[in-house]
């Protein structure tokens, strides 16, 4: 995507997503996001995607992928610094 002067966004909430887990309603692993989200921004991408919510369990959808919203700073914090870190090794 980068190649046709696309930005790459990782979506990092629905890559944990396992559809149709919990009867019919998807499941996921909420805690692998900042795990995946390091691993793409160690790689170079230019942006994430996550979805936050104050109470997951109470989400209309994707309850099971959704970051609580009291644990989003340290997350984005973290996030900043493999990004600055990550393009200041790589010509990306």
């Keep these: ?14 890559s944990v997503q396992q ?14 996001v900042p795990h995946l989200m390091r691993a793409a921004l160690a790689i170079g991408i230019d942006g994430v995607f996550l979805e936050v919510h104050p109470e997951p369990e109470k989400a209309i959808s994707d309850a099971a992928n959704q970051v ?13 610094e493999y990004d600055l870190f990550a393009k200041s090794q790589t010509n990306i």
Excluded: W, Y
Excluded at 19 to 29: C, E, I, L, R, W
């Design 68 to 80: 609580r919203l009291s644990e989003i700073k340290p997350i984005l914090q973290q996030a900043q």
């Design 19 to 32: 559809p149709s887990t919990q009867a019919g309603v998807t499941g996921g692993n909420r805690e692998m």
């Design 1 to 14: 995507m980068r190649q046709f002067g696309c930005p790459v966004v990782f979506d990092a909430t629905h």
